[in-house]
Every structure is written in structure tokens, then in C-alpha cells.
Antibody, heavy 119, light 108 residues
Framework: EVQLVQSGAEVKKPGESLKISCKGS????????IGWVRQMPGKGLEWMGI????????RYSPSFQGQVTISADKSISTAYLQWSSLKASDTAMYYC????????????WGQGTLVTVSS | DIQMTQSPSSLSASVGDRVTITCRAS??????LGWYQQKPGKAPKRLIY???SLQSGVPSRFSGSGSGTEFTLTISSLQPEDFATYYC??????????FGQGTRLEIK
């Protein structure tokens, strides 16, 4: 069974750093892309970027380029989304999702990680 | 970026109704479109891929059609568990993947 299991909810202060994770199982982690999606409170879905864990090829949506870093550790089948300096506007639910290819819609999704940034 | 305009933004319907949601792309995207259902507090779930292919395990009352710039998601006979928010997603212009703004389907 394909599963993407994300790390737990985080509460951070503005200016702090954060790295959240997404662990894949039940499939060949290095053969599929992992994308990240943001959902701000009460709002719609925004696609942030994508990584191919096989070779760490990473692409970003222009809206998120330079704002976050996507990475992966294929040895532990885990993808990451990180911030170096959080802002209150980063408060959102973040989902990871699997793509069969970079040109395909995501099929399986993680359960989401809620990030709250507040002073 | 390719803009996806979804309509309506909200919709009230009754159990048993036939419902259609539309997504229009600002430029042609072939059939590079998926439809997703999201229930409160849950991750999105893919219903349709490649504009008209039914995801495995999804009830056949869901169907998708369209190509190019206009796409529809149809629910042939609404069931109580179908009340949710629905999103389209275009993946033609990767890595500039974009979602529609969502359609909230409520019980009348």
C-alpha cells in the first residue's frame, strides 16, 4: 500500500527555521516525484514545487522560488520542505503528494502538516 | 502562468441531483488535467486524471470530460458523502502547476 506519512504539527516564532518531512512507503521512492502543496487557512490549494528523489532534480513554482527549499534523502525514503526564516504568512497546512512523472497530476497525498507561525 | 477558472465557486444541491463543475484554462492544456475532492480537515483525493480517466476505487458516478481549454466534472447522482470542495489542477505547464480556486458543494 502506497503511503506518504508527514511529520507532526509545528508551532514556531517568526524568524525561526523549520524542516518538515514526508516519508514514502509501499513503492519505489526513487522512481516517483514528490510535490509540495500549500493551503492557507480557509483558502485553496497552491502548488509549491517538486523533487525527484532519485537524483534530487528539483523545480519550484515561481511564487515559491527562494522562499522555501525542497530536498530529499533517498536512503530513508523521505522528502523535506524547509524554511530558513519563517513569517506569519507561512502559517498553513502543507501537503506532500506523489507524482508518477513531473508531467502528471499527483495521485497519493500525505495527511498534511500544520505549520503555525506566531509571536 | 496558465490560469484555471473554476465555476461555480459554490453550489447547493440535493442528494440524487446531477451536478456539473467547470474549469476553463487560459490557454490550451491538451488533457493535462486532474480533479480532486477535499473534505474538511482531510488531504485532497484524486478522482479523475488525464481529464477523463477515473481513478481506481472512485465511484462511477464521477466522470470527467474535456480537452484544450474547457473541462467538466460531473457527479451523476449526488450521495451524502459527496458534499465537499472540488478542485481542478492543470499540469501542462510544469513546474508551473496550477489549481482552480475550488468549488464548494453544499447540501441544499
Amino acid at each position: 500500500e502506497v503511503q506518504l506519512v508527514q511529520s507532526g504539527a509545528e508551532v514556531k516564532k517568526p524568524g525561526e527555521s523549520l524542516k518538515i518531512s514526508c516519508k514514502g512507503s509501499g513503492y519505489s521512492f526513487t522512481s516517483y516525484w514528490i510535490g509540495w502543496v500549500r493551503q492557507m487557512p480557509g483558502k485553496g490549494l497552491e502548488w509549491m514545487g517538486i523533487i525527484y528523489p532519485g537524483d534530487s532534480d528539483t523545480r519550484y513554482s515561481p511564487s515559491f522560488q527562494g522562499q522555501v527549499t525542497i530536498s530529499a534523502d533517498k536512503s530513508i525514503s523521505t522528502a523535506y520542505l524547509q524554511w530558513s526564516s519563517l513569517k506569519a504568512s507561512d502559517t498553513a497546512m502543507y501537503y506532500c503528494a506523489r507524482h508518477v512523472s513531473i508531467a502528471a497530476s499527483p495521485d497519493y497525498w500525505g495527511q498534511g502538516t500544520l505549520v503555525t507561525v506566531s509571536s | 502562468d496558465i490560469q484555471m477558472t473554476q465555476s461555480p465557486s459554490s453550489l447547493s444541491a440535493s442528494v440524487g441531483d446531477r451536478v456539473t463543475i467547470t474549469c476553463r484554462a487560459s490557454q490550451g492544456i491538451r488533457n493535462d488535467l486532474g480533479w480532486y475532492q477535499q473534505k474538511p480537515g482531510k488531504a485532497p483525493k484524486r478522482l479523475i486524471y488525464a481529464a477523463s480517466s477515473l481513478q481506481s476505487g472512485v465511484p462511477s458516478r464521477f466522470s470527467g470530460s474535456g480537452s484544450g481549454t474547457e473541462f467538466t466534472l460531473t457527479i451523476s447522482s449526488l450521495q451524502p458523502e459527496d458534499f465537499a470542495t472540488y478542485y481542478c489542477l492543470q499540469h501542462n505547464s510544469y513546474p508551473r502547476i496550477t489549481f482552480g480556486q475550488g468549488t464548494r458543494l453544499e447540501i441544499k
